[in-house]
């Protein structure tokens, strides 16, 4: 397979405010995974009071499609945002972004209910779904790629992990946070009478971070360093985005979206649907599940730091392949051990969940970095979001395929564990086809060509 050209701007020195980006780049994911998350708390509440059906096993699909439309805009988002980060700059476009995904979730709760207008109702929530949708696709282009330019090659690996899964970790624990709190305020039916709006209006606090980005946060110097390199005169070749679908990147394209898929259809089977999993499936009451989606969070940034680390010490491919091969076993287990488990056995069930999240996670910790390392500067925005964005797709669509399959809830953990089990092995089959990347950014400056945007 025909490899990248190494990158000019890769040996650029490290930002001066390279603590402030990758606080910016974590919490910015953190931020805005928590706004998509926020629909998988109240998936309940809305299915009934925005989509109501028959069948419970029916309106959740209906909500879990809702989810689902997000997640399919999100490489759309990719695209546009990638190439405007790629071309004006990683921070300029962060701002942007990060305050129309927190405006957008926080119009969610103000959509009347099925009840009172219909089935406009639904129509107006999907909408909301997809402006959602683009902007966290383009969320991805700036979070995952600021923070691992900015930083010195010795963090990437970390920072990669932190931004990547301990992004989602932080941002899930923030919804379980929210969810707890507001269950607090708003118990029993009022939750589903008001509670679940109070959830989508916290999404407005994401949309405050766009002004620390704004104020405290530096370019990424590898992105100033390609910009000046493309001014000195140099002849050089112009990266388009068709770049990724054709020519040199093609294959390298499509063997990362597998890798993205993979990891998160782990990611989403497991971690994803754990809420659903303890109020529908095991019916664990709010405030111990509450308590054991928070602890499980937690443990996701401790998986990703520890798998981000392991990356940059033995290798991306070696560390997601050995994760992949215990995630192809251990995940089904788990995942049955918590659907047959007593909805009063909070202790067996939060170190289930701590252990289905941290081996779900730690999988895909090394990712991101793998992205950044496969393209120039000149396309990495473009091509680690879009990459990334695709094949979490892929992925994110798959809860809603488990429960059209599910004739009854007693039926969906069967199902989720055949699907955990294809999607660890595209996972596996994916990444072993892949090169190692690690040290791909400090390329040697002067070889290969040089790209202009």
């Not at 923070?147 to 010195?152: H, K």
């Not at 989606?293 to 392991?310: K, Q």
């Amino acid at each position: 397979m025909s490899q990248p050209t190494p990158d000019p701007a890769a040996g650029a020195p490290p930002s001066k405010s390279a603590l402030p980006a990758a606080f910016a780049s974590v919490a910015g994911w953190a931020f805005d995974l928590f706004d998509l998350f926020l629909l998988l708390y109240v998936a309940k509440a809305v299915g009934q009071q925005i989509f109501p059906a028959e069948s419970e096993t029916l309106s959740l699909a209906l909500v879990f499609a809702s989810f689902a439309v997000s997640i399919v805009m999100r490489p759309a988002g990719a695209a546009f945002f990638g190439e405007l980060a790629d071309r004006k700059g990683r921070k300029t476009i962060m701002v942007t972004v990060m305050a129309g995904v927190g405006l957008s979730t926080a119009a969610m709760g103000l959509v009347p209910t099925y009840a009172s207008i219909g089935v406009v109702a639904p129509i107006i929530f999907l909408i909301l779904r997809v402006i959602q949708g683009l902007f966290v696709g383009g969320v991805t282009a700036t979070t995952h790629t600021l923070g691992t330019e900015s930083v010195p090659p010795r963090w990437r690996g970390l920072m990669s992990g932190l931004i990547g899964a301990g992004g989602a970790g932080l941002g899930a624990a923030m919804a379980s946070i929210t969810f707890i709190v507001v269950s607090r305020f708003y118990p029993g039916d009022s939750f589903n009478e008001f509670g679940w709006r109070v959830m989508f209006f916290s999404g407005l606090m994401g949309g405050l971070l766009s002004l620390f980005v704004l104020r405290k946060v530096e370019e990424s110097p590898m992105w100033l360093k390609a910009q000046e390199a493309a001014k000195s005169g140099v002849p050089a070749a112009r990266m388009r985005f068709l770049d990724l679908i054709k020519g040199e990147y093609r294959s390298i394209t499509l063997l990362n979206i597998a890798v993205a898929a993979g990891g998160g259809a782990m990611y989403y089977l497991t971690s994803g649907f754990l809420p659903t999993m303890l109020d529908s499936v095991v019916g664990m009451p709010s405030g111990p599940r509450g308590g054991v989606l928070l602890v499980s969070s937690l443990v996701v940034v401790v998986a990703s730091v520890i798998a981000g680390e392991a990356s940059q010490r033995y290798g991306r491919r070696r560390t997601m392949l050995t994760l992949g091969a215990v995630n192809i076993v251990a995940l089904p287990i788990l995942t049955l051990f918590i659907s047959r488990s007593d909805p009063g056995s909070t202790t067996r069930i939060m170190l289930a969940a701590c252990l289905l999240a941290f081996l779900a996670n730690a999988a895909y910790s090394p990712v991101m970095i793998f992205l950044n390392e496969r393209y120039p500067t000149a396309i990495r925005s473009r091509g680690t979001a879009v990459s990334w964005n695709t094949g979490f797709m892929l992925g994110g669509l798959l809860p809603t395929f488990v429960n059209l399959l599910s004739p009854t809830v007693s039926d969906i953990p069967g199902r989720l564990v055949a699907f955990i089990i294809g999607a660890a092995a595209v996972f596996i089959v994916a990444v072993a086809w892949s090169p190692e990347t690690r040290g791909r950014l400090d390329a040697d400056a002067n070889a290969g060509k040089r790209h202009k945007v």
